[in-house]
């Protein structure tokens, strides 16, 4: 199995959004009056995975429409995103990197995709969805899809950017693996799974691909990097630092077994794009 790492833009936002180690809301305040300077760039990453049963890409990355010309556009970024989450994230997508415009170098219609894998309904993770929403199945836990359609996460994760797709939302079932012991097994095979890491928010899924005794985790954004589990130091934006340490000690032991060939995050700038054989 080929895992292609593309990176589908970055953001710039605080340093403490990867390494705050506290949230609350004077943190969140201060993430969105850093000024742009202060800030660090860090990627967005989506996945490619070449599965015997078909073409999975996990997350969507930044639409085209934030950034048109390629470079960082307040203006466009206003016309998409709702003003605290463009003030949180000042976002960019250089020219060739939207997701479909990469899928299209490779070949690939946004039809041949069989399955798009949701981890979280973040705006960074999923407003490219409207490039690739005739995938044959596009897969959102129905725990992350309840808690966005309310609370909080209403002005988090802006419904008019995913409502409308179709999307299948298959209930987390008991398992042993994961901090909440919560997965989908997508074939039934522990081959993909989406596995629940609560804290950055209630629903989110990291997705654990396994072949033979050899298996990948994307971490999604229960870390930003290695630095998050080895030191435990948490991410300061998400919504339940207790959580997200369950979370984090789960990925630990994840990476301590020899049977990882990598644990992949959504945000580490120490990753760059290229292909994992499994
Ligand atoms: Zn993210």
Request: proline content about 7%; aromatic content about 8%.
């Amino acid at each position: 199995m080929d895992i292609h790492i593309l990176q589908c833009g970055s953001i710039r936002v605080s340093a403490t959004v990867p390494f705050g180690n506290r949230i609350d809301l004077r943190n969140t305040a201060r993430q969105l009056m850093t000024a742009d300077k202060k800030r660090v760039t860090l990627p967005v990453f989506t996945y490619l995975i070449e599965h015997p049963r078909g073409l999975i890409l996990v997350d969507t990355g930044w639409c085209r429409d934030i950034s048109p010309d390629g470079v960082y556009d307040p203006k466009a970024v206003a016309d998409v995103l709702p003003p605290h989450l463009a003030a949180l994230f000042h976002p960019t997508l250089p020219a060739g990197m939207a997701i479909h415009e990469q899928l299209a170098g490779m070949g690939i219609q946004p039809e041949d995709l069989d399955y798009v894998l949701l981890t979280h309904l973040d705006v960074d993770h999923m407003s490219g969805l409207r490039h690739v929403n005739k995938a044959k199945h596009v897969v959102l836990p129905e725990y992350e899809y309840y808690w966005s359609c309310r609370t909080v996460y209403k002005t988090r994760q802006p419904q008019n950017l995913w409502i409308q797709y179709p999307m299948e939302r298959p209930f987390y079932r008991g398992s042993s693996l994961g901090p909440n012991h919560w997965v989908i097994d997508l074939f039934g095979d522990e081959s993909v799974q989406m596995v629940n890491v609560p804290g950055h928010t209630e629903g989110q899924a990291a997705i654990v691909i396994r072949n033979g005794d050899r298996f990948v985790l994307l971490a999604a954004d229960a870390a930003f990097s290695l630095r998050n589990w080895r030191e435990m130091i948490t991410p300061g934006f998400g919504f339940s630092r207790d959580m997200q340490l369950k979370s984090l000690r789960w990925i630990a032991e994840m990476a301590d077994d020899p049977a990882c060939v990598a644990v992949l995050c959504s945000h580490d700038p120490e990753i760059a794009p290229g292909t994992i054989a499994i």
